[in-house]
């Protein structure tokens, strides 16, 4: 197993050989995209302090890696106090964090900067940025619009773009037709219809929570150009100037490799690219139907306006 | 022997069940020219004014046609009783007079055949009696518009508050102004636009059946067909809104437009509507064509009118207090 | 040839071309996929009301008096054979509540998932996008999808707003079956409604260049005293980069939806 790692990662270091126009084993043309993939994984999106200026495991730190990693996102422990068992939420059974670190024994998904981390963000970026942390610790349950887009059901980082795992429910259904490569986000429900015949963005006063997305091949990847965006989708500070450029290879029958570049001039003082592998599962991806079931955001609203009440008393 | 063809060809290509007739109806009266599809042509700006009441005044009982001695007085009559411009009656009646003569589209003459009433049958020229429900029915509504009749909108006529006049009805009646009718042929279609209110009733002649009997309208569901050169209009779904001289919802109307020569069609509408009326009853208006256009009457848009009128009534009630 | 025979051809060859669009759907020989299946690809709309009421109904004023005409309801003929959905008794009563308190009560208003077949007129568009494997219809409403599974893919491991949706040709007819429906949708703004014991059979075909005949058979013993059908054509839009758009309405049912909880109470 730990050799099959290696040689991926020796592919994806090397990575012009997943660039060219080589078919994949199995005689599969490596355009077909099609399937269900999941880009679950523990590897962090930026690489830990613990690991600075390393920049992949060996295999005997990757298993370490992994068994504390997986120690401490274990639900089902029970902590000494019922306050912090309660903040682990759901049973290990719901959750979906996965349990290795990504192919390739990478110690982040950020390949670019070579440190591992965003790049600085702009002065500006980080005024704004620090206002609004200020004004979500004060105002946290005034309403809905003070939650997280997650606690909203209007969009989690599972859809982005770019697209990241999250905490459940980390599948991709990928559907090609001639003119079209569709992406359908399992949550929550968000299907990317992405063109391929070269038909322009649209206009610059029609915004997108995802974006406006334009693809191309380039030999055997798939490059997705996505502009458009509203800037409300907190991904990690960006905001409507966020230019994100996909490219999606279909590197072996089990893996896509899917590695983005977020480019937005106006938060971060430059570029940077992660590389996330989404790998092949037999599984459906089922409705996620997460507004219509979304009694939290009754509770939590309702629960704060009855501490409210006790509190004045 | 080309133009049997050219109508059979018609018939096939804009599958339209019209039956092209070839023949005149009688040797001496004056045949329409066709449209390109074989429907005789009834398209053009038409006016339906005219001093002949609907019903026969008392002074003509029993005479359903007066001589052209006759017609003439009495349009002179006519004439000087309803001229808006003339002042003999003190302020008051003058304001209540409303419009100057130059906007009123009244006609000038009665019908050419000088009837003493548009109604034709039954013979007495009157709207039969009402069933009892349905003159309750109407007392009822007059006594309410009476008690009501600045309370709201509805209190108001249907004319006032810009939702039906009877000019587009159906039945198409003459009004004050505005009584001109433009009809449009096309495959399959006759269209009647009114002008007042921009009404346009598509009539399909390709034998579809009504609506389903849920679905009502305040100007019906009209369906038509050719009898020889005579188009049957036949329009029911009523909803009942329109009360027509005391029809309701179950009003079965049927219109007949024969045109009898460049000028003229000949209007004939039949009301029958057994829950309101004891009989049916058929009037006959002619249409006589008229230079037009057809303008857009925008009646709701310029609707100072009924604004006024409920605004008038709450300042005199805080004033009266 | 004379001219009189000219014209008789003329009129064979005008009833050929001309044949009533409703004759069996099999005569129009649509343009087929790599692998050869009929196309169904494109984005396509229904050009009816029947999301304000599948049996029709005529024009009325809206509820929210301040919207206007633009509140009011449009008119419809109606989209199902034989006019009236056949409710059992308690069923029918259950219907008329629901039309009493639509405001309330109709999930639409929510923006909840509309559910089969109420996703497919919709007065949004949406897109079929079909390979080999799969055929997916994305809805602009509300981001709602639905995966029509070509695969044999088995009963509906749970139950959900958009069902479970298995797909095979007749001839140059795309049958989904659905099943593993929740209770939770509606079929249209007028009430019309079901139980979770919901199966719905749809046909997609195409009748001609860029119209499809959509029908939907709607059985379920709980509510209907038996399965009924609506049909209606499909349109396909031809402008120039069509594409659907975003409507994800949960930002917008907030204020309507969680309001009354507000620290400063907007109700």
Excluded at chain 1, 33 to 57: H, M, S
Excluded at chain 1, 233 to 261: C, K, Q
Aim: net charge negative; charged share 20%.
């Amino acid at each position: 197993m730990r050799l099959l790692l290696i040689l991926l990662a020796a592919q994806i270091v090397f990575g012009q050989a997943a660039r060219g126009g080589q078919a994949s084993r199995d005689g599969q043309s490596s355009r077909d995209l099609e399937g269900v993939w999941t880009n679950t994984t523990i590897t962090p999106l930026e690489r830990p302090p613990d690991f600075a200026g390393k920049q992949f495991f060996t295999p005997e730190e990757a298993a370490k890696f992994e068994r504390e990693t997986n120690q401490r996102n274990d639900a089902d422990q029970r902590e000494s106090n019922p306050e912090a068992d309660v903040n682990h939420a759901y049973n290990q059974f719901w959750w979906d964090r996965g349990t290795k670190v990504a192919a390739g024994l990478r110690t982040s998904l950020i390949i670019d900067p070579p440190d591992g981390r965003i790049p600085p963000l702009t002065p500006a970026a980080q005024k704004r940025l620090q206002a609004q942390a200020a004004y979500a610790r004060q105002h946290s349950t005034d309403g809905p619009e003070n939650r997280s887009l997650m606690e909203r059901c209007i969009l989690w980082p599972t859809a982005g773009p770019p697209m990241l795992p999250s905490f459940y429910n980390n599948e991709y259904e990928i559907v090609q037709s001639r003119d079209s490569v569709v992406i359908v986000v399992e949550m929550i429900h968000d299907v990317r219809v992405i063109p391929l015949d070269g038909r322009p963005h649209l206009a610059s006063n029609i915004r997108q929570w995802l974006g406006d997305p334009r693809g191309h091949w380039e030999g055997n990847t798939l490059v997705v150009d996505t502009t458009n965006f509203t800037g409300q989708s907190r991904f990690r500070g960006a905001d409507e100037n966020l230019h994100l450029t996909e490219r999606f290879t279909h590197v072996n029958p089990d893996m896509i490799l899917y590695e983005f570049t977020v480019d937005d001039p106006t938060v971060f003082t430059k570029p940077w690219t992660a590389q996330v592998p989404m790998m092949k599962t037999k599984s459906r991806v089922f409705e996620y139907a997460c507004h219509e079931g979304n009694y939290a955001m009754v509770d939590i609203l309702a629960g704060a306006r009855t501490a409210e009440k006790k509190n004045a008393k | 022997m080309q133009a049997r063809y050219a109508a059979l060809v018609s018939a096939v290509i804009f599958l339209a069940p019209i039956s092209p007739s070839a023949e005149p109806t009688a040797a001496k009266s004056w045949i329409a020219p066709r449209t390109p599809d074989g429907q005789p042509d009834l398209q053009g700006v038409w006016t339906n004014s005219t001093l002949t009441p609907l019903e026969r005044p008392a002074q003509f009982a029993g005479k359903p046609v007066l001589s052209e001695q006759e017609a003439a007085d009495y349009a002179k009559q006519v004439l000087q009783q309803v001229n808006s411009d003339r002042r003999d009656g003190g302020t008051q009646v003058d304001v209540n007079r409303s419009y100057n003569e130059f906007w009123r589209d009244r006609g000038n003459s009665l019908v050419a055949d000088r009837r003493t009433s548009l109604i034709v049958d039954p013979p007495d020229g009157k709207v039969p009696p009402l069933t009892p429900e349905a003159q309750k029915r109407v007392d009822e509504a007059r006594a309410w518009m009476q008690d009501h009749a600045t309370d709201g909108p509805e209190g108001r006529t249907l004319a006032e508050r810009c939702i039906s006049w009877t000019t587009a009805g159906p039945p198409m009646l003459p009004g004050p102004y505005n009584n001109d009718v433009q009809i449009l042929q096309a495959p399959g279609y006759v269209v009647i636009l009114n002008e007042m209110i921009h009404d346009a009733r598509m009539i399909p002649l390709d034998g579809r059946s009504h609506i389903a009997p849920g679905i009502r309208e305040l100007m019906g569901d009209s369906r038509g067909h050719w009898e020889g050169d005579t188009l049957v209009v036949d329009t029911t779904n009523f909803n009942g809104e329109v009360s027509f001289r005391g029809s309701d919802s179950n009003l079965h109307l049927t219109e007949r437009f024969t045109r009898v020569s460049p000028d003229v069609i000949q209007y004939e509408f039949t009301i029958d509507d057994p829950t309101a009326f004891t009989k049916p009853w058929t009037a006959r208006i002619p249409l006589n064509k008229t230079h037009g256009p057809v303008y857009e009457y925008a009646c709701h848009e310029g609707n100072y009118a009924l604004t006024d009128i409920l605004a008038g009534a709450r300042a005199a009630e805080k004033s009266a207090k | 040839m004379s001219w009189r025979k000219q014209i008789q051809l003329l009129l064979l060859g005008a009833a050929a071309v001309l044949a009533p669009a409703n004759a069996q759907n099999q005569a129009y020989k649509p343009a087929r996929t790599a692998d050869g299946k009929p196309d169904l690809n494109g984005i396509w709309q229904a050009m009816n009301p029947a999301n304000w009421d599948l049996q029709g109904q005529s024009a009325q004023a809206g509820q929210i008096v301040a919207l206007g005409a633009t509140g009011a309801e449009p008119p419809g003929i109606g989209v199902v054979e034989g006019g009236e959905i056949p409710y059992l008794p308690a069923a029918a009563q259950k219907k008329k509540e629901n039309y009493a308190n639509r405001l309330k009560l109709d999930p639409e208003v929510k923006c909840y998932l509309p559910g089969v077949p109420r996703a497919t007129y919709m007065p949004f568009p949406f897109q079929i996008v079909q390979s080999g494997k799969y055929i997916l219809i994305s809805y602009e409403y509300d981001g709602a999808v639905r995966t029509i599974y070509m695969d044999n893919p088995g009963p509906a491991p749970v139950d959900s707003w958009m069902g479970w949706s298995a797909g095979h040709w007749e001839g140059n007819t795309l049958v989904v079956d659905v099943t593993g429906f929740n209770d939770q949708t509606w079929f249209d703004r007028a009430g019309n409604f079901h139980s979770d014991m919901l199966h719905v059979v749809e046909r997609y075909t195409p009748v001609a260049p860029n119209v499809l005949n959509y029908e939907a058979t709607i059985e379920d013993p709980q509510v209907f005293s038996r399965p009924w059908k609506i049909s209606m054509p499909l349109y396909k839009h031809l402008e120039k980069n069509a594409q659907l758009l975003e409507f994800k309405c949960v930002e917008f049912v907030e204020e309507l939806m969680y309001g009354n909880l507000r620290k400063q109470p907007s109700k």
